[in-house]
């Protein structure tokens, strides 16, 4: 829908800049992102600025433009990292054009200098109890084939604390024993980091179940499963996995529910239980264990302050 102009207009792309250039400037612009959430991220919000910009006939690729997209992405009620995300990409395919020489460098300097959403406090999600993770997963039918599924993935996100593109990439022989437990091996995540994922003995049932009933051998464990319950060759996409987490969140009564709460509620559940915070890091590939104290999410206890555990005397 046009947001730049009126809606009866035509809508082709300004003289100055055309549709194949902003889409092979778009292109240019994936390739040198080398995560693949990223570049899924990028393409989403560039194809969307390129969608609306091409709306209005009568415009160029401009600071101008830039600053009233922004003013449109506020109007949705976006978050403020959200719409810092879709200007990020805006700038580098800004950059792109001018590096293929269908923008000048001037146009690209002031497309760069379009300020961001300033950012209140840190949005950190959402975690469940071990009731609430117990509730969630009995909610899943498991008497279907793509029962079965859903149940074993809502199973590896709050018990493994995948993201779901590793849930939607995992593979049949990256299930191993090591140590006499069964692992996850070489699963690579964000930032190109590879790690070992132990599987706990009721995950590796939900999976068994799904791997028996679908007789799945190899290639992508999780594939799409039709109404009519039949088995596809196709593997899943992150879409899947989202409506699988959201569709359960609806059956179990649980509000608000993204997948990526669920490895936070991981990581959560596991400190609650003893786990060590090095060990939570390595489990879910943080490269600091910073982020892995932010997945926590713990608040300072004022009523038991840890300092109060040891006492000093005075005489």
């Not at 403020?80 to 805006?90: D, F, R, V």
């Not at 149940?151 to 090591?178: F, I, K």
């Not at 490895?263 to 786990?275: D, N, P, Q, V």
């Amino acid at each position: 829908m046009p947001i730049f102009g009126s809606q009866n207009e035509p809508s082709n792309c300004p003289p100055g800049l055309t549709v194949p250039e902003l889409e092979q400037s778009k292109a240019s612009v994936l390739a040198t992102l080398p995560s693949s959430h990223s570049r899924r991220s990028y393409g989403y919000a560039i194809a969307r600025f390129i969608q609306c910009y091409c709306s209005e006939p009568r415009l160029g690729f401009n600071r101008s433009v830039v600053v009233r997209y922004r003013s449109h992405l506020e109007s949705l009620a976006l978050s403020a990292a959200t719409i810092n995300l879709h200007l990020s990409a805006i700038r580098r395919l800004a950059d792109e054009s001018a590096e293929s020489g269908w923008l000048s460098p001037e146009l690209a300097t002031g497309i760069r200098r379009v300020r961001g959403v300033r950012q209140l406090g840190r949005r950190i999600g959402n975690w469940l109890t071990r009731d609430q993770a117990q509730q969630l997963l009995g909610s899943v039918d498991r008497n279907t084939l793509r029962g079965k599924r859903d149940s074993a993935v809502m199973g590896l996100l709050p018990g493994c604390g995948l993201r779901r593109s590793e849930v939607a990439s995992l593979r049949v022989d990256q299930l191993q024993l090591r140590e006499s437990h069964c692992v996850i091996v070489d699963l690579t995540g964000k930032g190109g980091r590879v790690r070992t994922v132990p599987v706990p003995a009721w995950c590796k049932e939900l999976l068994d179940l799904w791997i028996t009933a679908s007789a799945v051998k190899g290639g992508k464990i999780f594939r799409q499963v039709r109404k009519n319950g039949s088995l596809q060759e196709a593997g899943v996409t992150v879409n899947v996995v989202w409506d699988v987490v959201k569709q359960s969140a609806k059956n179990a009564g649980i509000d608000h529910l993204a997948p990526h709460d669920l490895r936070r509620s991981c990581a959560r559940l596991c400190h609650e239980s003893g786990g060590e915070l090095e060990q939570i890091q390595f489990l879910l590939g943080h490269a600091s264990v910073l982020t892995t104290e932010r997945y926590l999410g713990f608040k300072q206890k004022l009523r038991e302050p840890v300092n109060d555990r040891f006492q000093i005397s005075l005489s």
